[in-house]
């Protein structure tokens, strides 16, 4: 059997995630957290800045 868990994120990285979530105008985090973020899912990159997606909220609820 395979157990699929997402990729544990640095410290920093979830830091970066927390940001984005509650930031109202243009977060600050460091273009490599943005690009991992991206690429995992957590966050998507729309017209009005980064957003989190709903994988990213619930990575945030299980709290690292």
């Known amino acids: ?7 544990l994120l640095t ?3 979830f830091a970066s995630l927390i940001e984005i979530a509650v930031s109202e105008s243009a977060p600050s985090v460091p273009p490599a957290h943005l690009n991992r973020l991206v690429t995992l899912g957590y966050v998507a990159v ?14 945030i609820t299980e709290s690292e």
């Open 11 to 13: 410290p920093e990285e």
């Open 46 to 59: 729309t017209d009005e800045g980064p957003v989190v997606t709903g994988d990213g909220l619930l990575r």
């Open 1 to 7: 059997m395979t157990v699929h868990t997402p990729p």
